[in-house]
T-cell receptor
Framework: EPEVTQTPSHQVTQMGQEVILRCVPISNHLYFYWYRQILGQKVEFLVSFYNNEISEKSEIFDDQFSVERPDGSNFTLKIRSTKLEDSAMYFC?????????????FGQGTRLTVV | DQQVKQNSPSLSVQEGRISILNCDYTNSMFDYFLWYKKYPAEGPTFLISISSIKDKNEDGRFTVFLNKSAKHLSLHIVPSQPGDSAVYFCAASARGGSEKLVFGKGTKLTVNP
């Protein structure tokens, strides 16, 4: 069964450093998303991406964040200068379409720890 | 701003019985609702969904009911199995699909053998 894969599974970084979280969406999917879950809190939407551009972003997704699809398979989330409060599980997701009744499939997540 | 609320943080049921997980929402623009299951150290796994034009959707042991007037949906699992033990998230979208899902806090279901 096709799945969304994320690397690394766990990333520890020092405050102020840049991190890149990587995702390989399901191959025939066209829409890509990043969500995050801070420990003990809800899963929160960060950004959606389609046709090589951001289609929607939340207020969390500030100038420190960026996304890219550098090639035909990878989808990355970059945090330019990490803060302690960026520590969370980051989930990548993809969906085939964005129309009615189309579910998003999630990866297993990357646990980001900022120290 | 809790647009999607799961008021029960946990639920415990006996194997073979029915599990009922509840979810309430406040945004009347939501038109697509999904349930995800999540095991520790894994990502959310899609379980079942329902669009706002329906009031029931069934898939095997899983049935989702939607009451639009009450802004309430529920997930029924019958019969419950120990392997169903996980955290269940209710999610909603105002876009008809999966963009910008708004999640509830989750309900931890424990099915006892």
């Amino acid at each position: 069964e096709p799945e969304v894969t994320q690397t690394p599974s766990h990333q520890v970084t020092q405050m102020g450093q840049e991190v890149i979280l990587r995702c390989v969406p399901i191959s025939n999917h066209l829409y890509f998303y990043w969500y995050r879950q801070i420990l003990g809190q809800k899963v929160e939407f960060l950004v959606s991406f389609y046709n090589n551009e951001i289609s929607e972003k939340s207020e969390i997704f500030d100038d420190q964040f960026s996304v890219e699809r550098p090639d035909g398979s990878n989808f990355t989330l970059k945090i330019r200068s990490t803060k302690l409060e960026d520590s969370a599980m980051y989930f990548c997701a993809s969906s085939e379409l964005q129309s009615m009744n189309t579910e998003a499939f999630f990866g297993q997540g990357t646990r980001l720890t900022v120290v | 701003d809790q647009q999607v609320k799961q008021n029960s943080p946990s639920l415990s049921v006996q194997e073979g019985r029915i599990s009922i997980l509840n979810c309430d929402y406040t945004n009347s623009m939501f038109d697509y609702f999904l349930w995800y299951k999540k095991y520790p150290a894994e990502g959310p796994t899609f379980l079942i969904s329902i669009s706002s034009i329906k009031d029931k959707n069934e898939d095997g042991r899983f049935t989702v009911f939607l009451n639009k007037s009450a802004k309430h949906l529920s997930l029924h699992i019958v019969p419950s199995q120990p392997g169903d033990s996980a955290v269940y998230f209710c999610a909603a979208s105002a876009r008809g699909g999966s963009e910008k899902l708004v999640f509830g806090k989750g309900t931890k279901l424990t099915v006892n053998p």
